[in-house]
Nanobody
């Protein structure tokens, strides 16, 4: 049974940092692509960052230079280090997984490309 568990969210002030974790179970982690999405109230789900076992890495334009995705295969965990946070980063953050061949590079930020989702973790950035 494939499961993803996102954690690490919280309340932080503008300019602060958080590190989110996405821990996977039920599948061979390093054979998959993992993507972080976020969804703010009233907005569509937005792709934040993608990391794939085939070496591809992508970032959304709004987070480039501030967020970094990394992985620890021994722990079956992908991290999202978020620096220089601002109120526009406030959202529920989700991690999603899919077989890399099923995620074309131009589709990395499309939620429908993913079959497996974690439950989400809230990030709130105060001004």
């Amino acid at each position: 049974d494939v499961q993803l568990q996102a954690s690490g969210g919280g309340l932080v002030q503008t300019g602060g940092s958080l590190r989110l974790s996405c821990t996977a179970s039920g599948f061979t982690f390093d054979d998959y692509a993992i993507t972080w999405f976020r969804q703010a109230p009233g907005k569509e789900r937005e792709g934040v960052s993608f990391s794939s076992s085939d070496g591809r890495t992508f970032y959304g334009d709004s987070v480039k230079g501030r967020f970094t995705i990394s992985s620890d295969n021994a722990k079956n965990t992908v991290y999202l280090q978020m620096n220089s946070l601002n109120p526009e980063d406030t959202a529920v953050y989700y991690c999603a997984a899919e077989v890399p061949l099923r995620v074309a590079s131009k589709m990395w930020d499309t939620p429908l490309a993913y079959d497996y989702w974690g439950q989400g973790t809230q990030v709130t950035v105060s001004s």
